[in-house]
């Protein structure tokens, strides 16, 4: 079973930083390119980034370039999305999903397969 | 970007009866490879974002039947022929042609 927990969200100030955490199990992660998405309270969902199956391309939303940064660690099948200098609008469920798999692409088939529950992020002054 | 638009933003719906949902894009989705990387999504309250359909109209995993996705280029349609309590929830669309990645705004299912 596909199994996606984000970890690392919380209460933060305006201008601080926070690393989200994404451990995965259940299928091969070296094969699938991931995602982060948010969701502000109330509100619709947003992406933020992906990255591809190895590692070496990363797209961003221009909300959030040059202040976050999405990595994974494969030896340990984990996710993780830097985020510095930190605003209001920020403040959101942050949840890692699955791009599905291609044998093709690194950045998956163009759908997310599977989401995790989420982690909650506060950016308050 | 490609900005997606859903309508309606709410669909109340007598139990048993057929809900539809469209979704339109403000460019073509069709990718240079020829595939139309067009998905929709279910999130049912205080859950996660679940795929239902993905390149238009394939449904995905252990998804029931009663939903079908349809459409090609710039408008799409996510139908389900009756609908059941289960299905009440919030419905997106997104695509995955390009970089960003963008989602329609949502549709609320509820019965009536």
């Known amino acids: 079973e596909v199994q996606l927990l984000e970890s690392g969200g919380g209460l933060v100030q305006t201008g601080g930083s926070l690393r989200l955490s994404c451990a995965a199990s259940?299928?091969?992660?070296?094969?699938?390119?991931m995602s982060w998405v948010r969701q502000a309270p109330g509100k619709g969902l947003e992406w933020v980034s992906s990255i591809s199956s190895g590692g070496v391309n990363t797209y961003y939303a221009d909300s959030v370039k040059g202040r976050f940064t999405i990595s994974r660690d494969n030896s340990k099948n984990t996710l993780f999305l830097q985020m510095n200098s930190l605003r209001a609008e920020d403040t959101a469920v942050y949840r890692c999903?699955?791009?599905?798999?291609?044998?093709?692409?690194?950045?998956?088939?163009?759908?997310?397969?599977?989401w995790g529950q989420g982690t909650p992020l506060t950016v308050s002054s | 970007d490609i900005v997606m638009t859903q309508t309606p933003l709410s669909s109340p719906v007598t139990l048993g009866q057929p809900a539809s949902i469209s979704c339109r894009s403000s460019q073509s989705l069709v990718h240079s490879d020829g595939n139309t990387y067009l998905s929709w999504l279910q999130q049912r309250p205080g859950q996660p974002p679940r795929l239902l359909i993905y390149k238009i109209s394939n449904r995905f995993s252990g998804v029931p039947d009663r939903f079908s996705g349809s459409g090609a280029g710039t408008d799409f349609t996510l139908k389900i022929s009756r609908v059941e309590a289960e299905d009440v929830g919030l419905y997106y669309c997104m695509q995955a042609t390009q970089f960003p990645f963008t989602f329609g705004g949502g549709t609320k299912v509820e019965i009536k």
């Open positions: 259940g299928f091969t992660f070296t094969s699938h390119a």
């Open positions: 999903a699955r791009g599905a798999y291609s044998e093709i692409y690194d950045m998956g088939a163009g759908y997310l397969d599977d």
